[in-house]
């Protein structure tokens, strides 16, 4: 029986370890805190294939938003996906064109979504204030979801530890052990492991484990806030909701999540240790405006979550020749992306073979052309 050693219990790493352990894999999780203790628990974590280009890339999101539902469905219990729809609209002449051209571009993809009439706001989202919709139309993707990132991380990491994986919180991991050229191990400031590879799935520090080995990555590091109000049952919100300036979903408790693209362009570029209380507060004012109920509650909190964003906003998968013995899997939109990027990866360290559909995505590639995301091409429009 090989051994893994998996580096980070984030939605990445709990995938990769499930998916090991499912193929037999010995598997040892190390964590510098706890189960989805960064990234993943401060994260929108909804269903983006809708933002997803070139069409390549479309179709692994498709194909991992399908294997959500799969495994949710395969692991008997609380279920950390939420079907809903999400709806879309635009300000201005621009906004409002962007969006279109998108949904019928997506529509020709075979994308289940539809351009509507404002008045339906009423029932798909009752507690939608209608006069925040200025556009004259929206784009309704009927089938999509949000997700319970930590609870997603815990249904894995509690599956593959029941199948007999190590999972250990608390260790920060301060050097790869090597033999030769190959990378055999890892080791924190008290233990340390030998394993046939090393995975580094540890999200915002992924380059710092790469430079461990001698290589890189070509990656940077995208703030964000997301917040979570105080209980609102009267927020009858049944649809994901996405505005020019914020966006909003249900979170467990009665709660309202939000995010908002042009608050996040007033942080410092690479976060500060916490958020301003001026941006928590105009997060929320964003949120009060679309749902009226939101002003009878207050921020319950708000996360402060640094994106690992590669260069070219597409994932950096597989294993620099510099440093064999250690597999990367690093991206954005992890959360969506974790059921099959898990599934790839693992097939590929159990194989010894290469995927074709990590071709496009290898940590070698050139990253020097333009932005080929289109998600991120947002992200950063602000």
Partial sequence: MSRVIVLGAGVLGASVAYHLVEAGVQVVVVEAGGPAAGTSSATFAMDVTHLKTPRSYFELNRRSAALHATLAERLAGPSWRHPMPAIQWGDGEQG?????????????????????????????????????????ELVVHDHSAWYDAPLFVRRLLDR?????????YGQRVTALLRDG??????????????????????GPDADRIAALAGTGL????????????????????????????????????DRICSISWPVD?????????????????????????????LR??????????????????LP??????????LYSVVTHSGVNLAPELGRLAAEEITTGGESDDLVGYRV??????????????????R
């Avoid at 009878?296 to 906003?313: N, S, Y």
């Avoid at 950096?316 to 064999?324: E, H, I, T, W």
């Fill in 160 to 168: 593959a530890a029941l199948l007999g994986a190590d999972v250990l």
């Fill in 96 to 136: 409002q064109r962007a969006i279109r051209e998108r949904a019928i571009r997506l529509q020709s993809w075979g994308h289940p979504c539809r351009i509507a009439d404002p008045s339906e706001l009423r029932e798909l989202a009752p507690a939608v204030d209608p006069r925040s919709c200025t556009a004259g």
């Fill in 364 to 381: 070698t590639r050139d990253t020097a052309a333009s932005v080929q995301d289109e998600s991120l091409s947002v992200m950063t429009s």
């Fill in 265 to 293: 362009a007033l942080l410092p570029a690479e976060g500060a240790a916490e958020a301003d209380s001026g941006l928590e507060e105009r997060l929320h004012a964003g949120g009060q405006r679309v749902i009226p109920a």
């Fill in 181 to 202: 050229d190959r990378v055999v191990g890892a080791e924190t400031a008290t233990r340390r492991w030998t394993a046939d590879w090393v995975v580094n799935c540890t």
């Fill in 218 to 253: 070509p990656m940077t590091r995208i703030p964000g806030l997301v917040g979570e109000s105080t209980p609102v049952p009267d927020a009858r919100l049944g649809a994901i909701l996405a505005t020019p300036e914020v966006d909003l979903r249900p979170s467990p408790g």
């Fill in 316 to 325: 950096l998968v597989g294993v620099d020749p510099r440093a064999p013995g």
């Fill in 296 to 313: 009878e509650a207050r921020m319950a909190g708000v996360r402060l979550g640094i994106r690992p964003v590669p260069a070219d906003g």
